[in-house]
């Protein structure tokens, strides 16, 4: 069935890089979502890749997409203490999103 | 810019009442979609509609229905609110054929 694994926690210093990984298991997915939520916030969507694209820019944000492995991740470079969220990966699958169980980043001064 | 409210940021209510949770999007969407977010557990789906008058069951939509009599309003329905329906619940809304959706704020429900 469909499944999204994320890790739950992530912790770096401002100013790092920081990597959050996503597995995903339908090979069928066309689209595949990171969203962002802030503490008391609903999710907002950050970025997308297409599912025939290896990677996508967008300003800090980087995402790589290795369909072989079934594997997501967003890069944040120079991650800020506003960076300091829960991040989910989605994919989109029928008219649906199936999401991972969201990675808390954690940025230390 | 795409805006999905929700009718209260926090609800405490008592075992056995019944929950309306109301959701309003204002950009047209046809399809609207209720979440509930438990820590580690993500985002799961409890019901979504295509529009006006339907709806689809999700992966968890026991103890749950829904309404959505207008395009813009999509209701959750907690006919007998138990404590295990303590959680976030997160209303979204999208376009047809596209599967990016705009989140309300959530609501926090807490069932003593």
């Known amino acids: 069935g469909e499944d999204v694994e994320q890790s739950l926690f992530l912790s770096v210093r401002e100013g790092d890089s920081s990597v959050i990984n996503c597995t995903y298991t339908?090979?069928?997915?066309?689209?595949l979502y990171w969203y962002k939520q802030e503490p008391g916030a609903g999710l907002q969507l950050l970025t997308y890749?297409?599912?025939?694209?290896d990677m996508k820019q967008d300003q800090r944000l980087t995402v790589l997409l290795n369909k072989k492995d079934k594997h997501l991740s967003l890069r944040i470079a120079d991650t800020q203490t506003g960076d300091s969220a829960i991040y989910f990966c989605?994919?989109?699958?029928?008219?649906?999103?199936?999401f991972g169980q969201g990675t808390t980043l954690q940025v230390k001064p | 810019d795409v805006k999905v409210t929700q009718s209260s940021r926090y609800l405490v209510k008592r075992t056995g009442e019944k929950v309306f949770l109301e959701c309003v999007q204002d950009?047209?969407?046809?399809?609207m979609f209720w979440y509930r977010q438990d820590p580690g557990l993500g985002l799961r789906l409890i019901y979504f509609?295509?529009?006006?008058?339907?709806?689809e069951k999700g992966d968890i939509p026991e103890g749950y229905s829904v309404s959505r009599e207008k395009k813009e309003r999509f209701s959750l329905i907690l006919e007998s609110a138990s404590t295990n329906q303590t959680s976030m619940y997160l209303c979204?809304?999208?376009?047809?054929?596209?599967?990016?959706?705009?989140f309300g704020p959530g609501t926090r429900l807490t069932v003593t």
């Open positions: 890749i297409f599912s025939n694209m």
């Open positions: 339908d090979s069928s997915s066309t689209y």
């Open positions: 989605a994919e989109g699958l029928g008219s649906k999103l199936i």
């Open positions: 509609s295509y529009d006006v008058k339907m709806k």
């Open positions: 979204a809304s999208s376009l047809p054929g596209r599967y990016e959706q705009y």
């Open positions: 950009m047209d969407h046809e399809n």
